[in-house]
């Protein structure tokens, strides 16, 4: 029973979070198409920037404090103080991360005269908000209430995608004011700010939210996320700190980011459910470790729905790459005779993509049993590779380079940190679940390649884009993945 109770709360918020996540989506590709339509290829090039640049810091802010949260206050017997405290630690790290951010994007001689230090001032307002936010997020999701989530995410895109939509209806087309480029960035600002609000807003229902000053508290807090603070740190630098080494390593960065940016975001965007799905399954997975109770079942649940996101949105943007791209983007961002682009970057950035999911199962089982120093060792090496190889291939070859940079990283993280994880925590994922997973794969693949040349308008890649999410689903449900939400008694009957 109680193994069943945890894996419905599981599924429970997980799906809350995609919910949430597909609804978001769906606003922030209207959201990235305005963008398209709004501003010119450098405008757009320095809106894209200017949020890559911030992701690094943003990290930084964060500094593993999330992960910490979720354990630290599920295990609390005085929850309110510890999440006090966590907001209070939380703040003081914001404002000298970011308030950094915005200092040193003014002093970079390679920015000088461009709109990207205004940008990047106004964009630090989103992860700020947004990451206070995230100190609230902790209560909702300890205590599986992930439907508030669910709705203060979905209003903050559709007051977003809206306010920008009243921009694209004044007339605004492939502006090159500056002006028009700051209303952008500070809509963004604005839907940050409503999401703080309204997470409190709900949050102050559930638990009494109170910054509390306790050193002690602060010191445990601060030494528990360090090492983890460090660990999502390099994530960043190797996932995200490309943008920032283009605009540094390139003459023409606005016109580099402003094609790839649109791809990276869709790749940020599919990196969010394993994300989701790990923390939902964080909460239990310590308190059953905790406790000397087996978490094989549990963990090779999790890793299945890991790989079958992974594989799905892999092959998604493999083989629709160009009719995703034309949705989010225009043609002039499409790969043509004379360029490469959106899709070019979206079709390549495939493999990063799945294999990201098995490097998040991994750096999550690592943080559930406290093997930090492996975790930080193997996180250290990939960013010296990413860096290395950048510095190697953006000077000549641009965002073809950064994405050669991202798959060789993923590998050396899937190989180095995957036996590892598996290591210190078996996993039970029977023969039959993996013929499940590499049937869906087939089955969905040779749908995916048969249909992409069909999807030759915007319209078409809608209807196409939508059909294509209700096969994937009809095909999990098929080959029989639903069974996973069934209770077991053993490993062997997953």
Known sequence: MLLLMSTRAIATSTLWQIASQATMAVLSAVSVKFVAIGLTQELAGAYNSAYGYLQLFAILADFGLYAVSVREVSAAKEKEKVLGGLLVLRSIIVV??????????????????TPLPIGITIAAFVPFFTLLAGVLRTVFQITFRMQYVFIAEVLQRILTAGLMALI???????????????????????????????????????????PTFDRVLLTRLLKASAPYGIAFLCIALYRQFDLTMIAVLRDDFRLQNAVYGFASRVTEMTYLIPTFLLNSTLPILSDRAARGESTRTLLGKTLLLVLV???????????WATPIMSILTTPAYLQSTTQIGSDTALHLLSVPMFLNGIVLFSFYTLLTKHEWRPLV???????????????????SLGFIGAIRTSTIVHLFLTITLFPLAVRSMPVALPASQVFRLVLFSALLGTALFFTAPLLTSITLSVVGLAAGALLAALLAYAVGFQRLFRPETSARAI
Request: hydrophobic fraction near 65%; aromatic fraction near 18%; charge should be positive.
């Open 377 to 395: 060792l193997c996180m250290i090496g990939a960013v010296v590779i990413s860096i290395i190889l950048n510095l190697h291939w953006i000077p």
């Open 96 to 113: 000298l991360s970011l308030g950094s951010a915005v200092l040193i994007a003014w002093f970079v001689p390679a920015w000088q005269g």
């Open 168 to 210: 694209i209806i004044s007339g605004v087309r492939l502006s090159t004011d500056v002006r028009v480029y700051e209303w952008f960035l500070w809509v963004g600002a604005i839907g940050a700010l409503f999401l703080f609000a309204l997470s409190a807003f709900f949050a102050l229902k559930l638990m009494r939210v109170r």
């Open 309 to 319: 996101f992974g594989s799905a949105s892999g092959l998604f943007s493999f083989f």
